[in-house]
């Protein structure tokens, strides 16, 4: 297997783990936001454009980025239960 589709069954493992976190709409749109990556309708990598480890990248930096939002909000709805503490930072 060559390198180019070495990384391309990295990137669909990538995706294949968000979707079953985030659910396969979610997922597939946010991998195919980042530049360089064309990524069918199930979340396969089915090819890219430019330096793969930029766009490896890119699309951890993605993921973490939608991660952290759903974290917050997810723990926003918890912290009002509890009006009387304060909330950490």
Do not use: C, H, W
Request: glycine share 8%; net charge neutral.
């Amino acid at each position: 297997m060559d390198q180019k589709e070495q990384y391309k069954g990295l990137l669909s493992e990538i995706i294949e783990k968000q979707t079953v976190i985030l659910g396969p709409d979610i997922a597939v749109l946010k991998a195919r936001s980042v530049s360089g990556l064309q990524v069918s309708g199930e979340g396969k990598v089915t090819d890219y454009d430019g330096d793969p480890k930029v766009l490896l990248q890119k699309l951890i930096d993605t993921y973490v980025d939608l991660s952290g939002q759903i974290v917050k909000n997810a723990l926003g709805s918890i912290f009002e239960k509890y009006p009387d503490l304060k909330k950490f930072k």
